[in-house]
């Protein structure tokens, strides 16, 4: 009885909430997922070309950075208006728009992650007679993995975040449960929604970390257990 109470007192902590609406927490969650993931994605494969076209030299570089970070200044109501007349009140809306944001970030590091291949790994490269593509797939890209897969982490984060903003187009996740949820002050509804929220952002961050760590191995440094550096450095002194 109490914990049916927490609903008609309107309660931010109402597990009655949470067990009466679990399935439509999980289709707003699965939703959140889907538009989160489709868009990151999109966003590697358009940021990978754009960085390759900047890296070509100033004259490329300038226009690309610059629409890039306008992209991003774009407040999200306006971004949606603009792009309605061609996508229409669908999830492809709000996708285009957050692949959109995402490129800020993804091509920035995508570039930094190919810039900082050594000279001298190209030249050894090519002495060894890789082309191009080559070169590109099997040297500099595995090397810009680093920078590329931050970017990947951040940009997600950030999509996570930017989803809820789909719900002015019922497109949201779990924006459509927060948005309506704040108008009325159903905070049950509010703050279930928000933590969901929360905790994809942090679970996805953590997944890219593990996946970061798995493909990029030779960035951890092999330290020497404490106990086996004290038993060594009398002798050494």
């Known amino acids: 009885m109490a914990g049916q109470n927490c609903l008609v007192a309107n309660d931010w902590i109402c597990w009655e909430y949470v067990s009466s609406r679990s399935q439509e927490l999980t289709d707003a969650t699965l939703e959140h997922i889907w538009i989160t993931g489709v868009s990151v994605v999109i966003g590697i494969a358009v940021s990978v070309p754009l960085a390759l076209l900047a890296r070509r030299g100033r004259r490329w570089a300038a226009p690309v950075l610059a629409f890039t970070t306008l992209l991003y200044t774009i407040p999200s109501l306006a971004m949606f208006s603009l792009l309605l007349p061609a996508f ?23 570039l930094a992650g190919l810039e900082a291949v050594p000279e001298e790994v190209r030249e050894a490269a090519r002495g060894m007679g890789y082309g191009p593509g080559r070169l590109l797939w099997q040297v500099e890209l595995p090397l810009a993995l680093p920078a590329l ?3 990947v982490r951040i940009a997600t984060v950030s999509t996570v975040a930017l989803t809820t903003v789909g719900s002015i187009v019922g497109k949201g996740g779990l924006g459509n449960l927060i948005a309506p949820a704040v108008n009325s002050s159903f905070k049950a509804q509010v703050l279930t929604a928000s933590v969901l929220c929360v905790l994809l952002a942090l679970v996805a961050d953590l997944l890219l970390l593990g996946v970061q760590r798995l493909l990029t191995p030779w960035t951890r440094t092999t330290r020497a257990p404490r106990g086996a550096r004290a038993a060594r450095s009398p002798k050494e002194a």
């Open 88 to 110: 229409g009140l669908s999830a492809a809306l709000v996708v285009t728009g957050l692949v959109l944001y995402s490129l800020t970030i993804l091509v920035r590091n995508v």
């Open 149 to 151: 897969l931050a970017g």
